[in-house]
């Protein structure tokens, strides 16, 4: 299917000392994209875990590009310089990789798009006057997540506007798409945060929560008929499927349900929809963005054509029987194939868009132009026999 998965231990020069991890999973054309956090603990495994959820958001996207992840060790709330140091200095180790596109980062938990711009430019790596221009990637995940609920919840028969929801983590991703629920009338029972969880069976007031204080391990737990997990990977697992009480699950972190915890919950009955599904709206928005396109188009996409999708392949894997994961794994990895091959041997007309695309890039095409013509484009992003 792709590459051999490769992972690169990065050290300072000098002193050894270790400042992150670049987990690429997959390539095309010998390139691959992901994001850069940062995390005081971020880890190796969960980098490639975090790796082969892109390749697989990629292939289910239809979009040509390899899957990656990297991590920097580093805290978040440092502050402006200290972030701009960490990085500064993971991308001085990593430049090669950098000056290759081999590794194309975008912002992560803990990075925003300016920073990753400002860290290529203080190692050389030149930046394109059209990339990094958003700063809206919590919002478009936070679209793609809410919409796979309503997808789901649709299936499931049930009513958004009567639902319940749990929503575990309330960061960049969280806090819109609580917004997001109750915008469309369901109630927000409860959050977790970093200082701990919140919950009120009448609903929160999600511009500022109160409500009764619950461990976040309580989370999961609570009466709700929708479950998000929006925090860290792997804060749903099989000793945990018990106590989930929801009928519907949207990932908006990545691998935050084991494959082990996705497969009980199917066997019950609860509908999961994975991360790579659910929470691609950060790439989706993000490319659509480089195209020219409006916040207002975009989110009109995720409720149009995105949903109806996501709904088909659901349907679709209770009509077979096949677990919803390993359906979608099936058809993200037979599209990144598609994909690779594609782009990899390009046709005359393959050859024309990618110098089209270059020239876009260079600030040579009008935006108006590409928005136009990407319509078409983005309308066959969607899984062929989903629609």
């Not at 930046?127 to 796979?148: M, N």
């Amino acid at each position: 299917m792709s590459d051999a998965p490769r992972t690169i231990v990065v050290e300072e020069a000098g002193s050894g000392a270790l400042l992150g991890f670049v987990a690429i999973d997959s390539t095309i054309g010998g390139r691959a994209r992901g994001g850069l956090r940062m995390m005081p603990d971020v880890s190796q495994d969960e980098l490639e875990k975090l790796a082969r959820a892109m390749t697989l958001k990629y292939g289910f996207l239809g979009l040509p590009q390899g899957g990656a992840k990297a991590g920097v060790l580093g805290d978040p709330e440092c502050g402006a310089e200290g972030r701009a140091a960490a990085l500064h200095r993971f991308a001085k180790a990593i430049r090669p990789l950098l000056e290759r596109r081999e590794y194309v980062p975008d912002s992560d938990m803990g990075t925003r798009g300016a920073e990753i711009q400002r860290m290529l430019e203080s190692v050389g790596v030149p930046v394109s006057r059209r990339e990094y221009r958003g700063d809206r990637s919590g919002d478009y995940t936070a679209a793609t997540v809410f919409e796979a609920a309503r997808a789901a919840a649709a299936v499931r028969g049930l009513t958004l506007s009567e639902c319940k929801v749990a929503i575990e983590g309330f960061g960049k991703v969280g806090r819109p798409l609580a917004g997001m629920f109750v915008g469309a009338g369901a109630r927000v029972v409860a959050i977790s945060t970093s200082f701990g969880g919140l919950y009120d069976p009448r609903g929160l007031d999600v511009g500022r929560p109160g409500g009764e204080k619950i461990e976040n391990s309580r989370l999961k737990e609570i009466p709700a008929d929708i479950f998000c997990p929006c925090a860290r990977h792997d804060s749903v697992q099989a000793s945990d499927v018990a106590r989930v009480s929801a009928t519907v699950v949207s990932c908006g972190a990545n691998s935050p349900v084991t494959p082990q915890a996705e497969e009980l919950l199917w066997r019950r009955g609860t509908l999961c929809v994975p991360d790579f599904v659910a929470n691609c709206g950060g790439v989706l928005g993000g490319t659509m963005e480089f195209c020219g396109w409006r916040p207002e188009q975009i989110f009109a996409f995720c409720a149009g054509p995105f949903r109806t999708a996501v709904e088909g392949l659901i349907r679709r894997a209770l009509a077979t029987g096949k677990p919803l994961r390993e359906l979608a794994e099936e058809v993200a990895l037979l599209r990144f194939d598609q994909a690779k091959r594609k782009a990899e041997r390009p046709s005359a007309a393959g050859r024309c868009f990618s110098a089209g695309i270059a020239l876009y890039r260079a600030g040579w095409v009008p935006a108006q132009l590409v928005r136009r013509v990407s319509k078409g484009y983005f309308d066959g992003r969607m899984p062929d026999g989903l629609q």
